[in-house]
């Protein structure tokens, strides 16, 4: 059974920084695509940054200078360092893992960050 546990949100204030986690199991992590998704009220789930199991990353415009994506796959961890966050990046974020074979992936429950003042 598939299993993606995402942890790290909060309340900060503006200019602040998070680091959010997403632990997985029931799945060869290693040779999956990982990647971090947002949603905010009254909007659609839009990417932040995907981390394929090879190849470059890619992030969202409004992250490519203020976070960064990372993966252990020893730990089966994925992690989103954010920096410089502002009120905009209040979201509920989600992690979500993509197979190799281009079947559906699966997605965490996700963690809320409320940037605030």
């Known amino acids: 059974q598939v299993q993606l546990v995402e942890s790290g949100g909060g309340l900060v204030q503006p200019g602040e920084s998070l680091r959010l986690s997403c632990v997985g199991s029931?799945?060869?992590?290693?040779?999956?695509?990982m990647g971090w998704y947002r949603q905010a009220p009254g909007k659609q789930r839009e990417l932040v940054a995907v981390?394929?199991?090879?190849?470059?990353?890619k992030y969202a415009d409004f992250a490519k200078s203020r976070f960064i994506i990372s993966r252990d796959n020893v730990k089966r961890t994925l992690y989103l360092n954010m920096t410089a966050l502002q009120p905009e990046d209040t979201a509920v974020y989600y992690c979500?893992?993509?197979?190799?074979?281009?079947?559906?992936?699966?997605w965490g429950q996700g963690t809320q960050v409320t940037v605030s003042s």
């Open positions: 979500k893992a993509d197979p190799p074979n281009l079947k559906p992936g699966y």
């Open positions: 981390m394929p199991e090879s190849g470059p990353v």
């Open positions: 029931g799945f060869l992590f290693g040779i999956y695509g």
